[in-house]
């Protein structure tokens, strides 16, 4: 049974910093693709962050590109997101997901991943 399970999440004030992690089970974390999405409150779902495979590249959506780094480790099968900069409008929901993609092409797209794990909250206080 596939569990992803996310940590780190809390309240903190703007220009703060916070770091995500989500813990992987139950698959073969290597051969994923892994995704950050977030959901503010009365809003859809949206593309932060995505990594490779391998961890060698990355992708983010314009608004956190410069303050937010993705990286992942395939030995401890886990995720990371470090949040720097941090702004009331990063609060949200976090969510992290695993897919499978032949190519690191199309990774903002939330309907190609499979499994998501339940969120962990991040709060911004200006």
């Known amino acids: 049974q596939v569990q992803l399970v996310e940590s780190g999440g809390g309240l903190v004030q703007a220009g703060g910093s916070l770091k995500l992690s989500c813990r992987a089970s139950g698959l073969v974390f290597s051969s994923f693709v892994m995704g950050w999405f977030r959901q503010a409150p009365g809003k859809e779902r949206e593309f932060v962050s995505s990594i490779s495979r391998s961890g060698a590249d990355s992708y983010y959506t314009d608004s956190v590109e410069d303050r937010f780094t993705i990286s992942r480790d395939n030995y401890g099968n886990t995720l990371y997101l470090q949040m720097n900069g941090l702004k009331p409008e990063d609060t949200a929901l976090y969510y992290c997901?695993?897919?499978?993609?032949?190519?690191?092409?199309?990774?903002?797209?939330?309907?190609?991943?499979?499994?998501w794990g339940q969120g962990t909250q991040v709060t911004v206080s200006s």
């Open positions: 997901a695993a897919g499978y993609f032949q190519l690191f092409s199309g990774t903002d797209d939330q309907g190609r991943y499979t499994y």
